[in-house]
């Protein structure tokens, strides 16, 4: 072989420019575009969260601003990048605002609690979007700032994919799914990894059809995981807000009051099919009043459904406010999806509905005010409901409070249900008991309390649906039978299929929960003229439960009321599973072994392929580059040979110095070179490998590893 003879030293290939010596370079602005990519898919795993166009917002400016603050800040200090950054942080709230907020940083700290205690859909309310937006900022703020001042490859998209992780925990309950949104960020951060190589942007077109291709697999696969079919909800472990009373007057205090005056309007309900529209659900007795231990959470719409999960029909209806105080909404039982009610909160328990002031507009509900509400109304069979058996997951369901009228709720209750053993049976009992053994008057005196209704027992033998209602339920409470009390309004005057609701309308029934079948209405108040009933709903529920009786006076369709679930079927549990502790430590780990794994086998894996890669000048520029990586100089595209000698010490210079001219000598003559001349070029390389290794300390020769550079 020739003397190589060299001129002019020429600049040797590396594989990561540096930022701060040559600017960001074409790669360094297809990668700040990836990270931008990369954030911003990230934060579009809240859409289960936000599911609108309001999600955005959040997201586009802060994916954007950080990228472009760090290309252009990309030779300047890091402080001065950040602090323009947090300028950009908080010039991308006021859109979400409206305007600068002062309370921005209190509403990004409680964000976290606020959406963990709320039903999904969240309503998109900035105070809850801040957070996405700050979340995203972060992300992209740290992987831009991470790109263009280090030689790492894939640590820019890290961050973004923390930001996923929180989507992919807080957005659990809610509709649709992540997986394509999974797969995008999968696509993404495999471009990253291309454009940060050193290698002909050929690759990048045959890679990311590859990734692609391995992203539509997993998307497939996605759904078929454990993991899928009940995923950790953290939703179950937040604090729940505490049972409030929401209005001053409780909604079974004004059926008395309203019974007296009932012209008045209250509200409008268009609707296919006339029903009870329900206002308020009380399960809570001191001896005094009924009250709502509803623990009611905010919400986008959706309501959970009940226990009952068999057949249902589906009803839509809109209502209209024209009169109702106060800050409940009627509607049928039982909601799922509610839509036109600024601040709604819903309770998951009892379906009950809530125009909350403190999380809406400030102002409670009032003429004017219309909603579209969709119940599925259940619709259980014969054989369902005959094989009942009451439900025992709430002790404070099946409460009396202490006194000495127990004795006496007892005792009526034993005699109205004597020879019923079916608890079913004993609730239809009570129920035509309360119907024929006194009778319905407006005039009756007011009040639930114990003394008021020992009194209506004993002596006037007459009362609204307040009291019949309150006694039902405490009478099935004396039987073990879990009972509610119900406030609601008939279905109204119907006129071209609105139904016009007043005042008069208003009624309470009680309601007993079943296994599986859930609360079950019951209407112990009898009719205007005695037992029966002209009102629709109440005249084909009192119907239902008269052929019933009969299917039980028959035969064959007694049951205990001491049923139990089978032995096989005990402690089974819904959703059971890992601990999401355990998932989440399994799961960790798993990611810690792959990213060790790879950390391990990935440079023995490019040394390999440089060292048998293409002709013999491809092996010999090869051995050049595994030569600048193992000295740590594999971000400085722009050195010479020259410049690399340079500094050195003897023991290095010995053998780098005959690579170096070996390799000048590929740039003029490549098709000179030899297999020998190759064999030479990593010859010496294993030398200077082994004098580096010698000379770098093994927490550095670490961390270089671990960060894959």
Same mark, same amino acid.
């Given at each position: 072989m020739p003397a190589p003879v060299v001129p002019v030293p020429a600049p040797v290939p590396a594989r990561v420019p540096s930022a701060r010596a040559s600017g960001v370079g074409w790669r360094g602005g297809v990668?700040?575009?990836?990270?931008?990519?990369?954030?911003?898919?990230? @934060?579009?795993?809240?859409?289960?969260?936000?599911?609108?166009?309001?999600? #955005?917002l959040a997201i586009a400016p802060a994916a954007v601003a950080p990228v472009l603050v760090a290309a252009l800040t !990309?030779? /300047?200090?890091?402080?001065?990048?950040? !602090?323009?950054?947090?300028?950009?942080?908080?010039?991308?709230?006021?859109?979400?605002?409206h305007g600068l907020a002062p309370g921005v940083l209190a509403d990004v700290a409680d964000a976290w609690h606020a959406l963990l205690t709320t039903l999904l859909p969240a309503q998109p309310e900035p105070r809850l979007l801040v957070l996405v937006h700050? #979340?995203?900022?972060?992300?992209?703020?740290? @992987? !831009?700032?991470?790109?263009?001042?280090?030689?790492?490859?894939?640590?820019a998209a890290v961050p973004a994919l923390a930001v996923f992780a929180a989507a992919l925990l807080l957005g659990v309950d809610g509709e649709g799914s992540n997986l394509p949104v999974a797969a995008a960020l999968f696509v993404l951060v495999a471009a990253l990894a291309l454009v940060r190589d050193d290698r002909s942007p050929l690759w990048l077109l045959g890679g990311l059809p590859a990734a692609a291709v391995l992203a539509a697999l997993a998307l497939a696969v996605g759904p078929l995981l454990p993991v899928a079919a009940q995923p950790y909800d953290p939703r179950q472990d937040a604090d729940l807000p505490p049972p409030r009373r929401v209005d001053s007057v409780s909604p079974l205090d004004r059926v008395s009051g309203w019974l007296q005056i009932?012209?008045?309007?209250?509200?409008?309900?268009?609707?296919?099919?006339?029903?009870?529209? /329900?206002?308020?659900? #009380?399960?809570?007795?001191?001896?005094?009043?009924?009250?709502?231990?509803?623990?009611?959470?905010p919400t986008g719409g959706r309501v959970p459904e009940g226990e009952w999960t068999g057949a249902a029909r589906v009803v839509r209806q809109r209502v209209t406010f024209t009169g109702l105080p106060g800050t409940w909404l009627p509607a049928a039982e039982r909601p799922v999806e509610v839509d036109g009610v600024p601040g709604l909160a819903a309770d998951p328990q009892s379906g009950a509905l809530l125009a909350d002031p403190?999380?809406?507009?400030?102002?409670?509900?009032?003429?004017?005010?219309?909603?579209?509400?969709?119940?599925?109304?259940?619709?259980p069979s014969k054989e369902d409901l005959l094989a009942a058996t009451p439900a025992h997951d709430d002790a404070a369901l099946t409460a009396f409070p202490p006194g000495p009228q127990e004795k006496l709720f007892r005792e009526l209750a034993q005699e109205a249900t004597k020879g019923a053993d079916a608890p079913i049976k004993q609730a239809y009992r009570l129920q035509s008991y309360l119907r024929t053994s006194a009778s319905y008057d407006v005039t009756a005196p007011p009040g639930h309390s114990l003394k008021g209704l020992e009194f209506f027992l004993r002596t006037t033998h007459r009362g609204t649906s307040e009291q019949f209602a309150a006694t039902f339920a405490l009478m099935a409470r004396t039987l073990g039978l879990p009972s509610r009390v119900v406030v609601g309004f008939r279905p109204g005057q119907a006129s071209g299929g609105v139904y016009h609701v007043r005042s008069g309308h208003i009624m309470a029934w009680a309601e007993i929960k079943f296994e599986r079948l859930g609360w079950r209405p019951f209407y112990p108040t009898p009719g205007r003229s005695g037992a029966k009933d002209d009102h629709d709903v109440v005249s084909s529920s009192i119907k239902e439960s008269e052929q019933l009786e009969g299917e039980f006076t028959r035969g064959g369709g007694d049951r205990s009321g001491t049923a139990r679930p089978k032995a096989g079927e005990q402690g089974a /549990?819904? @959703?059971g599973g890992p601990s999401p502790w355990v998932l989440a430590a399994a799961v960790g780990g798993g990611l810690l072994v792959a990213y060790a794994v790879t950390a391990a086998v990935l440079p023995w894996w490019r040394r390999r392929s440089r060292r048998r890669g293409g002709a013999p000048g491809d092996r010999v520029l090869g051995a050049w580059r595994q030569t600048c990586d193992d000295l740590r100089l594999g971000g400085r595209r722009t050195l010479t040979a020259e410049d690399v000698l340079t500094g050195q010490p003897p023991d290095i210079t010995t053998h780098l110095r005959p690579l170096a001219e070996i390799s000048n000598f590929v740039r003029y003559a490549p098709d000179d070179v030899t297999d020998a001349d190759a064999a030479r070029a990593w010859d010496?390389?294993?030398?200077?490998?082994?004098?580096?290794?010698?000379?770098?300390?093994?927490?550095?020769?670490?961390?270089?590893?671990?960060?894959?550079?």
């Open positions: 990668g700040l575009v990836v990270v931008a990519a990369v954030a911003g898919v990230a @934060g579009w795993g809240f859409h289960r969260v936000f599911p609108g166009a309001e999600l #955005l !990309a030779r /300047r200090p890091l402080w001065l990048a950040l !602090a323009l950054d947090l300028v950009a942080w908080l010039a991308g709230t006021i859109p979400l605002y700050t #979340l995203v900022w972060a992300a992209a703020v740290i @992987g !831009a700032e991470t790109l263009t001042r280090t030689r790492t490859r894939i640590a009932p012209d008045r309007e209250l509200f409008t309900v268009k609707a296919d099919k006339p029903l009870n529209w /329900r206002l308020a659900v #009380l399960d809570r007795y001191d001896g005094v009043r009924w009250t709502s231990g509803a623990r009611f959470r403190a999380a809406g507009t400030g102002r409670r509900p009032g003429k004017g005010l219309a909603y579209e509400v969709t119940s599925r109304v259940p619709e /549990r819904p @959703g010496s390389s294993d030398a200077v490998r082994r004098a580096a290794r010698s000379r770098t300390p093994l927490p550095t020769r670490l961390r270089d590893r671990l960060l894959l550079r």
